[in-house]
Nanobody, 125 residues
């Protein structure tokens, strides 16, 4: 079955960095666009970043632009989210997701067919 497994979350001070990893299995990874979303307590899940199947185009939410970078290594069936200059407001559970269809925009969770279980990122002030 399809599995997306996130790792790399943790506790970091404001201004620090983390790199999240999303390991995919059970799907033809190169056919899927990838996205990262996050959800803070009491808030809706929000789009963070996305990357096309070949890695040629990336998208970032305005709130993380210039600080976060999404990438992928198709040879390893793995996606990444490099997070720099972290802020307390970045605290959330981060989810990776894979999308085969193109019915919705990359920032719409409905586009994504598979989701990971999430990894907690906590940024202290």
């Amino acid at each position: 079955q399809v599995q997306l497994v996130e790792s790399g979350g943790g506790l970091v001070q404001a201004g620090g960095s983390l790199r999240l990893t999303c390991a995919a299995s059970g799907l033809t990874f190169t056919r899927y666009a990838m996205g990262w979303f996050r959800q803070a307590p009491g808030k809706e899940r929000e789009f963070v970043a996305a990357i096309t199947w070949g890695g040629g185009t990336t998208y970032c939410a305005d709130s993380v632009k210039g600080r976060f970078t999404i990438s992928r290594d198709n040879a390893k069936n793995t996606g990444y989210l490099q997070m720099n200059s972290l802020k307390p407001e970045d605290t959330a559970v981060y989810y990776c997701a894979a999308a085969l269809n193109t019915r919705y925009t990359v920032s719409d969770p409905r586009r994504y067919d598979y989701w990971g279980q999430g990894t907690q990122v906590t940024v202290s002030s």
